[in-house]
């Protein structure tokens, strides 16, 4: 069974560091890329960013260029997202989500990717 499953949400006060994790389970990592989403409550799920199959192209939103890094390991199949300078408006709940490709691109609008995982939590906040 397909699963992807997010960890290394919490809080953290404006300025601080967090690292995401998206852990895949059940497929093969290497055939597809992987984006990360947020969403707050009363908004529309934003896109942060997307890694290629192959790790070798990356797309960040403006908002979070030069603060966060993306990248994968999958000889471990997990991706991970790296938070700096987290900035309250940052908060959200922040999904991994995958997209069987043969592209050596990403993207980070939401509808082509198929599978999702449940979220974790990351809250910025003094």
């Known amino acids: 069974q397909l699963q992807l499953v997010e960890s290394g949400g919490g809080l953290v006060q404006p300025g601080g560091s967090l690292r995401l994790s998206c852990a895949a389970s059940?497929?093969?990592?290497?055939?597809?890329?992987i984006g990360w989403f947020r969403q707050v409550p009363g908004k529309e799920r934003e896109g942060v960013s997307c890694?290629?199959?192959?790790?070798?192209?990356?797309n960040y939103a403006d908002s979070v260029k030069s603060r966060f890094t993306i990248s994968r390991d999958n000889a471990k199949s997990t991706v991970y997202l790296q938070m700096n300078s987290l900035k309250p408006e940052d908060s959200g709940i922040y999904y991994c989500?995958?997209?069987?490709?043969?592209?050596?691109?990403?993207?980070?609008?939401?509808?082509?990717?198929?599978?999702w995982g449940q979220g974790t939590q990351v809250t910025v906040s003094s």
């Open positions: 059940g497929f093969i990592l290497d055939y597809y890329a």
């Open positions: 989500a995958a997209q069987r490709t043969i592209q050596r691109m990403c993207v980070t609008t939401s509808q082509p990717y198929h599978y």
């Open positions: 890694i290629s199959r192959r790790g070798d192209s990356t």
